[in-house]
């Protein structure tokens, strides 16, 4: 193997070549690294579409997508009578055969969300986040290691690591499995911890974890058998501590939390196939039921425990109040997809790729080990320019942090700030924008400047004296000012009667 981890392209695999995610050689010691966060602003993602982390989950993905389409029975196949030629895989199928692997790792999902009953959320309004949920999470990553070790086989754990590398398969994993739960700092979940999960699944494909069987059997059982008991653990977080949407484009976004199950649903209801067939670009099982019946609360209702689309859409009616159009456009806006499921498939995909694995918020947090390498693959090609690497801030080094090349984002300088028409103050001259000042005004110091108009009443005069033609107008009475003497009464009847009464 050149590349371990990389897609397959042996004999082995199927005759339509779709790309597997490899298995590392167990002979063969690995260096392992702690995982760690790389992507520090917008300008990293194209990067991280470029490394060879993107190649590998994208590679996992297709192939437990693919796994989730009904199956097309060859003639040796059938059992029952010819015309039962479809098999496909319904949540608690009796169809599906689970792997010692995949049922200690769902007893895992299982455990963990018994767990919760010993963190009860405390009492008290509040909008989003119980702060319980950091008491669960402590529990968890305190018996993280013995529970790893309990429901995931110890040859996986025990990898072989190359001499000098201090870290170890068990570190790698119990990374992405702790981040797939949601953040006990921010108390909110989303699409970003939903990735993370995916990652430990495949980084526990990548390290011989699951059995390797035909058709893609037991990467179906790995979404029916652990994923959708994740989901479920995911769901009763959400309710009892009240966890708050992460990365979330409220209304316009598909979901609050969630993504991949509507990958997964969407391909239960697809056209069956055969293993040696191409994957269908539109159409659907013939009994599947129709895209638009989402907005039925009651279509909704008998399918959500058969089908991971129609679950999700369940939690969503759980939660949120009021029309589906409303609480929900996006999804609604895809219900009216004429071309069927496999064309709302496809479209998911492409979909996950740019509004999560593309979308900054969502991915900053991912964490980069070895499984999920940083390094460039040296055959991606380069993505278009997007969003969120040209409306980024630029990237600087401050001095102040004391750590050569650490990426800040630092403040705009004066010069990039200050307006098109600013110049030097040594520059003011001519071409200076002309002041704002009345048109009598002149500049300070010129001879000839005229004063400012007077402002004075139009009787005012210089200050000479009153006299004839000169100063204020009298304010005085009209009556003439006799001293000693209290001016005429306005109201003579009752100032004679007050002189009467005093002469008597």
Not at 88 to 109: I, P, R, T, Y
Not at 219 to 237: A, D, K, M, N, Q
Not at 302 to 319: H, K, L, S, T, W
Request: with cysteine.
């Amino acid at each position: 193997m050149t590349d371990q981890g990389s897609r397959t392209t042996d004999a082995s695999k199927s005759s339509t070549s779709r790309p597997e995610l490899d298995i590392l050689d167990p002979t063969v010691p690995h260096a392992f690294a702690s995982p760690a966060k790389r992507i520090n602003e917008g300008h990293d993602v194209p990067a991280f579409l470029t490394s060879k982390a993107y190649d590998r989950i994208m590679t996992f993905l297709f192939q437990v997508n693919e796994a989730m389409y009904p199956h097309l029975l060859d003639d040796e196949e059938q059992q029952g009578p010819k015309s039962a030629t479809v098999e496909q895989w319904e949540l608690n199928g009796l169809n599906v055969k689970f792997s010692d692997a995949v049922v200690k790792l769902g007893g895992l999902m299982h455990k963990l969300e018994a767990m919760i009953d010993e963190a009860p959320p405390e009492s008290g309004p509040r909008r989003f986040g119980n702060v319980s949920f950091r008491k669960w999470y402590q529990l968890v990553e305190s018996r993280l290691p013995r529970l790893l070790r309990d429901h995931i086989d110890p040859f996986v754990l025990a990898f072989k690591t190359q001499e000098e590398n201090t870290t170890t398969a068990e570190e790698e994993l119990s990374a992405y499995l702790l981040g797939s739960f949601g953040s006990p700092q921010r108390l909110d979940y989303g699409t970003g911890h939903e990735l993370s999960f995916l990652a430990f699944l495949g980084g526990t494909w990548m390290l011989g974890g699951f059995s390797r069987r035909a058709d893609g059997e037991e990467e179906r059982s790995i979404v029916l058998g652990i994923f959708e008991p994740y989901l479920h653990l995911i769901r009763r977080l959400i309710q009892v501590y009240n966890l708050e949407p992460a990365g979330s484009h409220g209304v316009w976004g598909l979901d609050d939390h969630s993504f991949l199950p509507y990958i997964f649903g969407s391909a239960q209801y697809c056209p069956a196939v055969s293993s040696t067939e191409p994957l269908p670009q539109t159409g659907s099982l013939p009994d599947a039921p129709d895209p638009a019946d989402v907005a039925k609360a009651n279509v909704v209702a008998e399918y959500r425990d058969r089908n991971m689309y129609f679950g999700a859409v369940g939690f969503i009616y759980d939660v949120k109040k009021g029309p589906f159009w409303e609480h929900s456009p996006i999804l609604f806006d895809i219900s009216g997809v004429r071309a069927g499921w496999a064309k709302i498939n496809k479209g998911m995909i492409k979909m996950y790729n740019a509004e999560v694995l593309s979308k900054f918020p969502v991915v900053q947090h991912f964490p980069f080990g070895s499984l999920f390498s940083w390094d460039q693959d040296p055959n991606a090609a380069r993505p278009p320019p997007s969003s969120n690497s040209t409306h980024q801030p630029s990237t600087r080094s401050d001095p102040e942090l004391g750590q050569p090349g650490s990426t800040v984002s630092a403040p705009l300088t004066q010069e990039e700030t200050k307006a098109p028409w600013a110049k030097p103050p040594a520059a003011a001259s001519a071409a200076s924008v002309p002041m704002s000042a009345a048109p009598w005004a002149k500049m300070a110091g010129d001879a000839t400047a005229a004063t400012l108009p007077t402002t004075a009443a139009p009787w005012a005069r210089p200050d000479v004296g009153r006299g004839a033609g000169g100063g204020i107008p009298s304010t005085a009475a009209p009556w003439p000012s006799q001293a000693g003497k209290a001016p005429p009464s306005m109201f003579p009847r009752a100032a004679d009667a007050r002189r009467s009464k005093d002469e008597r």
